[in-house]
């Protein structure tokens, strides 16, 4: 009949697969290691930085100041005559910078703490299937 219409839409009765939607939050770590630098009496990591950017200034200061001393005593021992100041500049080096003893302890007392997050997915089905008809 012309005069009547239909309010339904075109593809009313069809089959329409079902909508999965999942949502996926990335796992966070941090993780504590107060405990570890307070057991180990080591300093904190910014702390260390400014100091040993302090320290390398005061050995670069001093080797500078060690090369100008040696200098002057190699142009001083030439003048003079003096045999073999190379080989003794030499050892007077090596004698400055000889062997260190080092100790190094490795194992704290008290670990890290780790704090982990996990979520779990978010996962919404619309079960649309068929329309009837």
Not at 58 to 83: F, L, W
Not at 107 to 115: A, E, F, L, S, T
């Amino acid at each position: 009949m012309p005069g009547i219409s239909s309010n339904l839409p075109p593809n009313w009765g069809a089959y329409r697969p079902a909508e999965l939607s999942i949502h996926l939050r990335s796992p966070e770590m941090s993780t504590d290691w107060t405990s570890v630098y307070n057991d180990m009496e080591l300093k904190r990591p910014a702390t260390l930085g400014k100091e040993l950017e302090q320290q390398a200034r005061t050995t670069t200061i001093q080797n500078v100041a060690i090369k100008a001393q040696e200098g002057d005593r190699m142009m001083n021992s030439i003048v003079a005559g003096e045999k073999n100041v190379f080989g003794r500049i030499a050892h007077d080096r090596y004698m400055r910078s000889g062997q260190k003893d080092i100790t190094v302890e490795a194992i704290p007392h008290q670990g890290v703490i780790i704090d982990f997050r996990i979520y779990p997915p978010e996962i919404k089905v619309d079960p649309r299937g068929v329309l009837p008809k």
